[in-house]
């Protein structure tokens, strides 16, 4: 058993749809306080909705954290692998009268909510089957009745001292008894997190304000069987431009990992913009390392308020990323974004490098590289410079393809940039970089020879000059 004063924290997912960004900014805010105070980080797959849960997002989720470099110390721990453990756990609770066996059919419960409502009360199961005895509930279920098990809810105060929120208190009166297993094999959610969380000595509970509601029921079945009480922070929710819920969808995107990585995010510059949906480093730096992330996070600058998704930080962060990262690293994952004969070239880093500038997200990269795998066609009109006119651009393509044939070495730079400074550097230079690119827009002429090379960039100036003499 590990020692129960050491930080020990949890991502506990459900495999019933693609990592959430969400989930992922809780997972990071976990990691970076168990690291901060030299922890463990656990990941935890609450599976126990069988109808729903699937292998594949189980297989996002573990893909998903290590895309992101979030890697925890044990784990995957599957609750569809520790039925046993909770079945223990639900007799103990039924034996020292802390549940019982409720057989009220849907009609019951709905006929029970409604009276409730016309007498003006907030609805919550009314106890009826509280009474029944653990050997009639026995025989019942042994003639097939169907049942579940809930929780029998002490009416009283209850104090929590959450890290993010401070003093909440809750009245566990409005509760009512709530189900906490649908059979033996079937634990509900907040049981079986609390069974997890004592088991695995998680000593911080660190998720989404959405689970404050839960909070109660959990300290309740910790406080029936035994448990230390865990310390709760409550993390903001990520809202919508609109101010609304995060939901499957915020803007062209959807709310995931897997879509964030397929649209040409960087890892750090998806963890990066993560990191303040909720936190303020308290200063002007916005850059972070996951490494610096972790010396300088702290939960008093975890705000209460949401925490709105904002599209155009996210594409300045990863700007940002594309521009700094190593670019052997770079390269290796604009690979996946880019045809076979892109990514096999020899000019590929060279084409990277230079378009790095430009791009916004790795995507970018087939469309503002592609001149200099294949030149474009295009008309021989684009080759003049505002009010001049095509055979003046033919006349300086001229002059340049003399220079190009001639110079050797690092000297034809300087000489095409000596001849435009003499007749004008838009006449020259402007004809010379359509031709060299076939866009209007696009790197310098001299970027692109140093990624095509000086006998491809020849050619495509003689090309140029074939258009205009047609």
């Not at 002007?284 to 300088?296: G, I, P, Q, T, Y």
Request: net charge negative; with cysteine.
């Amino acid at each position: 058993m590990a020692d129960k004063k050491k930080v020990r924290v949890r991502i506990a997912p459900s495999p019933t749809g693609l990592l959430h960004v969400g989930t992922a900014r809780t997972a990071l805010f976990n990691y970076l306080f168990a690291k901060k105070n030299n922890g463990d980080f656990i990941l935890r797959i609450e599976d126990t909705d069988k109808e729903r849960s699937e292998k594949k997002y189980e297989e996002d989720i573990v893909e998903s954290l290590k895309w992101l470099g979030l890697a925890w110390d044990e784990g995957p721990v599957r609750q569809s692998e520790r039925t046993e453990v909770y079945k223990k756990y639900l007799e103990k609770l039924l034996e020292g009268g802390h549940a019982y066996w409720c057989f009220c059919t849907k009609d019951d419960l709905e006929a029970q909510r409604e009276s409730q409502m016309t007498n003006g009360h907030a609805p919550k199961y009314s106890g009826h089957c509280r009474e029944v005895s653990l050997d009639e509930a026995e025989k019942r279920l042994g003639s097939g009745k169907d049942a579940v098990l809930r929780f029998k809810v002490q009416e009283k105060e209850i104090l929590v001292k959450d890290v993010v929120r401070g003093k909440v208190q809750f009245d566990t009166s409005l509760l009512g008894d709530f189900v906490i297993a649908k059979s033996f094999d079937e634990p509900l959610y907040n049981f079986a997190a609390v069974i997890d969380d004592h088991e695995m000595n998680i000593t911080h509970v660190i998720r989404g304000e959405d689970h404050l509601a839960n909070t109660p029921k959990q300290i309740l079945i910790q406080e029936a069987l035994g448990f230390d009480r865990s310390e709760y922070a409550h993390l903001p929710l990520i809202l919508a431009p609109d101010k609304s819920k995060l939901s499957k969808r915020v803007g062209d995107l959807d709310a995931t990992i897997q879509s964030l990585k397929k649209h040409g995010y960087m890892p750090e510059a998806v963890l990066n913009f993560l990191l303040l949906l909720g936190w303020n480093p308290g200063d002007e730096k916005e850059a972070f390392s996951l490494e610096e992330s972790v010396k300088k996070f702290d939960f008093k600058k975890v705000q209460k308020g949401g925490a709105i998704f904002n599209e155009e930080k996210l594409n300045w962060f990863n700007s940002h990323y594309i521009r700094e990262a190593d670019i052997g690293r770079l390269a290796n994952m604009a690979k996946e974004f880019v045809p076979k004969e892109f990514a096999d070239s020899s000019m590929f880093e060279k084409a990277l490098e230079i378009e790095r500038e430009r791009m916004k997200w790795l995507t970018d990269f087939e469309e503002l590289a592609g001149l200099f795998f294949k030149l474009p066609d295009y008309p021989a009109s684009k080759l003049k410079w505002k009010t001049s006119d095509v055979k003046t651009a033919g006349k300086h393509l001229e002059k340049v393809l003399g220079i190009m044939e001639e110079s050797l070495g690092n000297g034809l730079e300087g000489r095409v940039m000596e001849y435009a400074d003499a007749e004008g550097r838009g006449d020259v230079l402007w004809p010379l970089r359509v031709a060299l690119s076939g866009q209007e827009k696009s790197p310098g002429p001299f970027e692109i020879i140093e990624v095509i090379g000086r006998e491809e960039a020849i050619g495509r100036v003689k090309e140029a000059i074939k258009k205009i003499s047609k």
